[in-house]
């Protein structure tokens, strides 16, 4: 069986690692596997608990939020014009309808996003570019 922590020598994770798309789903470490990529809803850990892989070192910066926003913001107004158009509710209703779907929605895909973007800097040993010295 292969060794589920072993890394390249570039640090790059091998075969046995669990897919990106997972640690975005689950929530799990790009290294082990095991449920322990969030501390929060959309905060990650400090590190694994299980394998200690340190997550403070990995930055997925912001540009997750600001692309999911643009486009849940689209998907929602054109909900709420479509609903708005064929059926006419109140505003309050509107209100009590979209308000949630977006909060919830923006979460549970900065939580995709963010574990997914984790695991694919984890799995391809990304890093800030740095000019070595001579
Ligand atoms: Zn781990």
Avoid: Q
């Amino acid at each position: 069986m292969t060794d589920p922590t072993a890394e390249s020598e570039r640090g790059a994770v091998l075969v046995s690692a669990p897919r990106p798309i997972d640690s975005g789903l689950k929530g799990v470490c790009p290294r082990c596997g095991a449920p322990t990529l969030f501390a929060g809803p959309i905060r990650f850990a400090d590190r694994c608990r299980a394998c200690g892989l340190d997550f403070s070192t990995f930055n997925v910066g912001d540009g997750p939020a600001a692309f999911l926003t643009l486009i849940l913001g689209t998907i929602v107004v054109i909900l709420a014009i479509t609903v708005e158009l064929t059926l006419h509710p109140p505003l309050w209703l509107h209100m009590l309808i979209w308000i949630p779907v977006t909060l919830v929605g923006v979460v549970a895909s900065l939580r995709l996003a963010k574990g997914w973007l984790i695991a694919l800097e984890y799995r391809n040993a990304a890093r800030e570019g740095r000019i070595e010295p001579r």
